[in-house]
Structure formats: structure tokens, C-alpha cells
């Protein structure tokens, strides 16, 4: 496995850092090198923890930045850091003091990243009892996922909204389910990180360019995945896009560089 323990620091560390960072680029190209998610995940995790609260806000932060405006590797460090916090395999004490370094410092794209709720957290809220129809008994995750096998309409089309990626995932293999039934998901402002994800890795949905293009437009979907979407895209619907005022700003930007002839 590649490590991190050798990185290089910069020439002159920012004023106030116990001791010099890593180079932002360095520790992305080596995050880009690692094979899988999970691997670059508990690398990252582990530079970060061995840094102070300051040095530590600084790398997210460049990395955040770097990362939104697209391209390789900080691409894929973004994504990784945005796993890492989601995935809580940065313990809460640690991102509290981070955060409170990001903050002093006006490290704005690293306290964005840093105060997203925790994803165990929102599948429990997700988890919860809540009722088919307003007013009737609420059903329990499992009966909800057992009614997602089902091929009435009525009862598909109540489960569209369900917060819960496991209750989606079944909707998603179920024959009976409609490219419309996805595009409503993939629309919706409600689905979270985790279900439109879901739709993203449905091969049967993913392929087509509605639900590719819905995907990219939903402000909910984690900007190095809607950027990563973009590369699957036709031109043609690369300048749709960049006629679209309501597009997160940095895969408008993403969508920009794409579209701009490289001599």
C-alpha cells in the first residue's frame, strides 16, 4: 500500500501551524494512486488525525477547493475527504476543533466540508416508522423494503419520497419501476446523498441521459460524483447545462472547462 508518511512540506508553512503541512497536490496524486474507496479512505483519515487542528483545516481546505473545480487527482482526494466525513471515520472531537481552526482561519471551503451531517445519523432518521399514507399506521423498514418488491403502482408510487437508500435500492431493481418513477428521485430535493448515489449505480437508470442529466442538476448530489457524471455526458448536453442558471456553481465551472477547446 502507498503511504503518506514521507510527504514532502512546503517550503514555508502559514503563520500559526505547529509545523509545516503536507503539499495539498502530493497527498492527492497519492490518493489517486490507491486502488479502492476504501483504502483512500483510512490513508486520508489517517494523515488528517496525525496533523494539528490547523495544518489539518488548511489540507481540507485546499483539497475542498482544488476538488470542486474538477479534474484530477484533487477529483478524487475531494471525494475521498467527503467519505471520510460521512462515512464518521473522523471521530466528532477531532472535526470540532478542525472546524474551529477552519473558522479562525476563513477556511470556508473546509468548514463546509467538515459540518455535513453525519451519515449514521441521517439513516436513522431515514430508518424511522413513517406511515404509507398520512393518517395510517406507520410501517417499520423492513415493511417498507418489502413493499418496494411490489408490482401495484399505487404502492410505488408512495415509496418514490421514502428517505431510506435501502427502501430505494429495492425500488430500483424492481421491473414495475419506470424511468418517469426514477426521474422523480433523481428530481427531487428531498433524496439524499445516499439515494440519488443509488440511482448513479442502478445500471438499468444510469445510462440514461435524463436520469444522468437530473442527477448532475440535483444541488444534493456530492459535487466530485456530479463532477465524475459529467465525463459520461454528451456535448450536447454539456452546453444544456451551461445554460442553467440553478447549476451548483463549481460543476457549472467543471462544465466550463469541459467545454473550453484545449490547444
Request: net charge positive; hydrophobic share 45%; glycine share 4%.
Amino acid at each position: 500500500m502507498l503511504g503518506l508518511g514521507r510527504l514532502a512540506p512546503v517550503a514555508e508553512p502559514s503563520a500559526g501551524f505547529d509545523r509545516p503541512p503536507p503539499r495539498p497536490y502530493v497527498v492527492a496524486r497519492r490518493l489517486a494512486c490507491l486502488p479502492e474507496p476504501g483504502m483512500r479512505v483510512a490513508v486520508l483519515s489517517d494523515l488528517l488525525m496525525r496533523l494539528a487542528p490547523e495544518p489539518a483545516a488548511w489540507l481540507l481546505d485546499s483539497i475542498a477547493t482544488a476538488g470542486r473545480a474538477g479534474g484530477p487527482p484533487f477529483d478524487i482526494a475531494l471525494m475521498t475527504a467527503v467519505d471520510a466525513v460521512e462515512r464518521d471515520r473522523l471521530p466528532y472531537p477531532w472535526r470540532r476543533d478542525v472546524y474551529g481552526a477552519a473558522r479562525r482561519a476563513g477556511l470556508s471551503a473546509a468548514a463546509e466540508l467538515l459540518v455535513s451531517t453525519p451519515a449514521a445519523e441521517r439513516s436513522d432518521r431515514a430508518a424511522a416508522p413513517r406511515p404509507l399514507v398520512p393518517g395510517t399506521r406507520p410501517l417499520s423498514l423492513g415493511e417498507r423494503k418489502a413493499l418496494a418488491r411490489s408490482w401495484r403502482q399505487d404502492v410505488l408510487e408512495r415509496l418514490l419520497g421514502d428517505p431510506h437508500v435501502d427502501v430505494v435500492r429495492k425500488l430500483l431493481q424492481n421491473p414495475h419501476v419506470t424511468e418517469a418513477a426514477v426521474l422523480r428521485i433523481a428530481t427531487s430535493r428531498r433524496s439524499s446523498p445516499q439515494v440519488l448515489e443509488a440511482v448513479l449505480s442502478a445500471r438499468r437508470f444510469s445510462s440514461r441521459p435524463r436520469v444522468r442529466m437530473a442527477l448532475v442538476r440535483n444541488p444534493n448530489l456530492p459535487v466530485p460524483t456530479a463532477v465524475r457524471l459529467l465525463g459520461l455526458l454528451r456535448r450536447t448536453d454539456l452546453r444544456q447545462l451551461a445554460r442553467d442558471p440553478k447549476l451548483p456553481p463549481a460543476v457549472a465551472e467543471a462544465v466550463r472547462r469541459r467545454l473550453t477547446p484545449h490547444c
